[in-house]
């Protein structure tokens, strides 16, 4: 089964660090997703970007968050300042058309210290 | 509120032994539910999803799940459950037209005894 790849499988930074996490989705995807997980706590949405902009985004999406599609295989997003609470596992999510599967990564847990 | 509840944190259950993992939601819209699986260091791996249609759907890995409308549940379950089914399971909740946009449950890890 294609599968969506993201590196590092672990980051860890300092608190107020830009962090960039990479994500590769499968080929032939047009709709590319973010979601994270606190631990102890729920799988949560973070944004949708499709046609090279963002379609949806949660409230915890804030300005210290951006998205980015620099080429025509890679999906990064970027926490520009972090803070000790965007300590999380980051999962890339992608699906080919809307009513498909969507295909989840292995994550990066990202600690910052 | 959408919102999607797993009531049991953790369940432990024998080789063998049948398995019910129980999901409700609270959703505006007329929901899409899936079950997903979480084995340690992996990824989020689709057991089945519920579009429309046969409200029993079954799945991956011999799963299988009923919506029940009425109930607002979409429990799911396996008859024999192997020492591998051991991982997280999460519910979510999602709408056609929201795309990927999925609500997750809080998850329940599954313990499988010998």
């Known amino acids: 089964e294609p599968e969506v790849t993201q590196t590092p499988s672990h980051q860890v930074t300092q608190m107020g660090q830009e962090v960039i996490l990479r994500c590769v989705p499968i080929?032939?995807?047009?709709?590319f997703y973010w979601y994270r997980q606190i631990l102890g706590q729920k799988v949560e949405f973070l944004v949708s970007f499709y046609n090279n902009e963002i379609s949806e985004k949660s409230e915890i999406f804030d300005d210290q968050f951006s998205v980015e599609r620099p080429d025509g295989s890679n999906f990064t997003l970027k926490i520009r300042s972090t803070k000790l609470e965007d300590s999380a596992m980051y999962f890339c999510a992608s699906k080919g058309q809307l009513n498909e599967k969507l295909f989840f990564g292995s994550g990066t847990q990202l600690s910052v210290l | 509120a959408q919102s999607v509840t797993q009531p049991d944190i953790h369940i432990t259950v024998s080789e063998g032994a049948s398995l019910e993992l129980r999901c409700n939601y609270s959703?505006?819209?007329?929901?899409?539910l899936f079950w997903y699986v979480q084995s340690p260091g992996q990824g989020l791996q689709l057991l089945l999803k519920?579009?429309?249609?046969?409200?029993l759907v079954q799945g991956i890995k011999g799963f299988e799940a009923e919506f029940k409308r009425s109930q607002s549940s979409f429990n799911l379950r396996k008859p024999s459950v192997h020492w591998s089914d051991a991982a997280e399971y999460f519910c979510?909740?999602?709408?056609?037209?929201?795309?990927?946009?999925?609500?997750f449950g809080q998850g329940t890890e599954l313990s499988v005894k010998p």
């Open positions: 080929s032939n995807h047009l709709y």
């Open positions: 959703y505006g819209a007329t929901p899409y």
């Open positions: 979510a909740v999602g709408a056609y037209n929201q795309g990927g946009k999925l609500i």
């Open positions: 519920y579009f429309s249609g046969d409200t």
